[in-house]
Antibody, heavy 124, light 113 residues
Framework: QLQLQESGPGLVKPSETLSLTCSVS??????????WGWIRQPPGKGLEWIGS???????YYNPSLKSRVTISADTSKNQFSLKLNFVTAADTAVYYC????????????????WGQGILVTVSS | DIVMTQSPDSLAVSLGERATITCKSS????????????LAWYQQKPGQPPKLLIY???TRESGVPDRFSGSGSGTDFTLTISSLQAEDVAVYYC?????????FGQGTKLEIK
């Protein structure tokens, strides 16, 4: 059964870089023809797609965040990561990683499964 | 970007009754070459990640009870729960994947009346 788990600091200072990792078990990110994505949800609000990556390194980013976001993959560890630069309080959210389930090397579609999420608070 | 708008924002339905949530996209999400609507529905319970219910607007994900159904085409879509159960209390989101970024609706909170 495919499982995803987010990890990283729960508190980040304004203007610094948010760094999160998604560890995947029960399947390989490098042999599956899927994109792998990050989605966030501010407390009490809706969902916002951040971006997705393919094992080859192909990435897609939300234009609203593109200037500050980098998503990368470490296939040897079966992980992919998110870096968000110059964070502000508006970046406080639960960050989820998820698989783009359509497959076939196609982005950006419906997501399943999702990790449990990690709350990241931006505060000094 | 395609904007997704759900209605209502919240809904209270009696147990055993039908619940209907609508989702409207700012432009069509029907891809004419394959006649598929690029729309998904999710259920999110408190403290949990979203759970995929439906994709291609009407294809139920494996394991999802058949009381959940999706319909619609083009710009107007509906999620229907035919007979509301207590465990269906959640926030429901639609999401388009016709174009990047794949945007979500604002969510509809479903409660028991």
């Amino acid at each position: 059964q495919l499982q995803l788990q987010e990890s990283g600091p729960g508190l980040v200072k304004p203007s610094e870089t948010l760094s999160l990792t998604c560890s995947v078990s029960g399947g390989s990110i490098s042999s599956s023809s899927y994109y792998w994505g990050w989605i966030r949800q501010p407390p009490g609000k809706g969902l916002e797609w951040i971006g997705s990556i393919y094992d080859s390194g192909s990435t897609y980013y939300n234009p609203s965040l593109k200037s500050r976001v980098t998503i990368s993959a470490d296939t040897s560890k079966n992980q992919f990561s998110l870096k968000l630069n110059f964070v502000t309080a508006a970046d406080t959210a639960v960050y989820y990683c998820a698989r783009d389930k359509r497959g076939g090397g196609d982005c950006c579609n419906w997501f399943d499964p999702w990790g449990q999420g990690i709350l990241v608070t931006v505060s000094s | 970007d395609i904007v997704m708008t759900q209605s209502p924002d919240s809904l209270a339905v009696s147990l055993g009754e039908r619940a209907t949530i609508t989702c409207k996209s700012s432009q069509s999400v029907l891809y004419n070459s394959n006649n598929k609507n690029y729309l998904a529905w999710y259920q999110q319970k408190p403290g949990q990640p979203p759970k995929l219910l439906i994709y291609w607007a009407s294809t139920r994900e494996s394991g999802v009870p058949d009381r959940f159904s999706g319909s619609g085409s083009g710009t107007d879509f509906t999620l229907t729960i035919s007979s509301l159960q207590a465990e269906d209390v959640a926030v429901y989101y639609c999401q388009q994947y016709y174009s990047t970024p794949p945007n979500f609706g604002q969510g509809t909170k479903l409660e028991i009346k």
